[in-house]
């Protein structure tokens, strides 16, 4: 009798040890990610994705692989959020060359970004989304270094999370201290030039640039470091122009991009705060003329910070071939003069010939 309830016993502990296992196992939620999870979609980018418009749908959760393979190249998705829901994206360099990621509301307003480090390879970014909306993630090479491809990172995004309410104490017996005010700080604007007209926001893109008639001037601000200003030049095909960018003291980056808003060149005014483009348009108008900054950001009231102009280059005409007649030889006339006899001493016979 007792040989049996101790075997019934030993197997009742080993059932509820069974049993246990199982519901840890069916409990544990380990952290998502691309490689755990052969049903995410894992896709690479599609070109062209280099702005707000022509942003490639990211499903969330999910992995994007991409690289920056042009200088001045951006890479945009878009991804489907809700309010209130919390968001991770995880960014990962597989090269050498930093990466970074930038947040941008529905309306493209910059709202979070980070970008690796020599000794952060991967990165991670939560945000908390403010509607049910599209969000877009912007992908850049804040060091200017592209790369050969096809990948030079790879983007994660976790399945969004509910935040917890936390609950909130309501003191009493509280004196409310009288506030102090404290004067705001004024910055005297820098003077606007006169008859010059400035930018107009939103034209942080190619699809939302300020029309520009060159020859024309144009001055504006940046803001914020993620702000980017662009304008629609109204080139002629086969014409030359030089572009010039003048900074009042922040370096800025001059962009050209051509009418289907692929990179074309560029450069900054870090050498005396000015720099000189020349532009051959060699496709239809317009080319997209854009600018931002470098390391720095004016101060939110700024209205200018920058100046660009747009001078049309002269073509340089085809010279005209002149003959230039070979000069003749002119005969000297001659001139017959009479040339007297000779006189010969005495005592000797002329001789003539």
């Known amino acids: 009798m007792n040989v049996q309830v101790k075997r019934w016993t030993t197997g009742l502990a080993t059932l509820v040890i069974v049993l246990s296992v199982m519901l840890m196992t069916?409990?544990?939620?380990?952290?998502?990610?691309?490689?755990?999870?052969?049903?995410?979609p894992t896709v690479a980018e599609v070109e062209p994705n280099d702005d707000f418009?022509?942003?490639?749908?990211?499903?969330?959760?999910?992995?994007?692989?991409?690289?920056?393979?042009?200088?001045?190249?951006?890479?945009?998705?878009?991804?489907?959020?809700?309010?209130?829901?919390?968001?991770?994206?995880?960014?990962?360099r597989t090269g050498t060359q930093e990466r970074r990621i930038d947040i941008h509301t529905n309306t493209q307003a910059w709202f979070a970004g980070i970008q690796t480090d020599p000794s952060t390879a991967t990165v991670n970014l939560s945000f908390q989304a403010l509607s049910t909306t599209t969000y877009y993630i912007r992908t850049s090479a804040p060091n200017n270094d592209p790369t050969a491809g096809p990948t030079d990172y790879s983007i994660d995004v976790d399945p969004p999370t509910t935040p917890t309410p936390t609950?909130?104490?309501?003191?009493?017996?509280t004196n409310t201290p009288t506030p102090t005010i404290t004067p705001t700080p004024t910055q005297t604007a820098m003077p606007t030039p006169a008859n010059i007209p400035g930018e107009s926001e939103p034209n942080d893109t190619v699809g939302?640039?300020?029309?520009?008639?060159?020859?024309?001037?144009?001055?504006?601000?940046?803001?914020?470091?993620?702000?980017?200003?662009?304008?629609?030049?109204?080139?002629?095909?086969?014409?030359?122009?030089?572009?010039?960018?003048?900074?009042?003291g922040l370096t800025r980056w001059l962009k050209v991009y051509d009418h289907d808003g692929y990179y074309i060149m560029g450069?900054?005014?870090?050498?005396n705060h000015e720099v000189e483009i020349t532009l051959q348009a060699n496709t239809t108008a317009p080319y997209y003329l854009c600018v931002s900054a470098v390391t720095t950001a004016s101060p939110p009231n700024a209205v200018i910070d920058y100046l660009l102009e747009v001078i049309i280059l002269q073509p340089t005409?085809?010279?005209?071939?002149?003959?230039?007649?070979?000069?003749?030889?002119?005969?000297?006339?001659?001139?017959?003069?009479?040339?007297?006899?000779a006189t010969w001493p005495s005592g000797y016979d002329a001789y003539e010939p």
């Open 167 to 173: 609950q909130t104490l309501t003191p009493t017996n």
């Open 317 to 341: 005409p085809t010279p005209t071939h002149t003959f230039t007649p070979t000069p003749t030889r002119t005969s000297t006339p001659s001139v017959a003069t009479n040339t007297p006899k």
């Open 267 to 271: 450069n900054t005014t870090s050498s």
């Open 53 to 92: 418009l022509t942003a490639q749908t990211f499903v969330i959760p999910g992995n994007m692989t991409g690289a920056i393979t042009v200088l001045g190249n951006e890479d945009y998705f878009k991804i489907a959020v809700v309010s209130g829901q919390i968001y991770t994206v995880r960014l990962t």
């Open 26 to 40: 069916l409990g544990a939620a380990p952290r998502w990610s691309s490689s755990a999870n052969p049903l995410a």
């Open 208 to 248: 939302t640039a300020d029309p520009f008639t060159v020859p024309g001037r144009v001055f504006g601000a940046i803001p914020n470091l993620y702000d980017v200003d662009c304008f629609a030049a109204n080139t002629t095909l086969g014409l030359q122009y030089r572009l010039i960018l003048t900074d009042y």
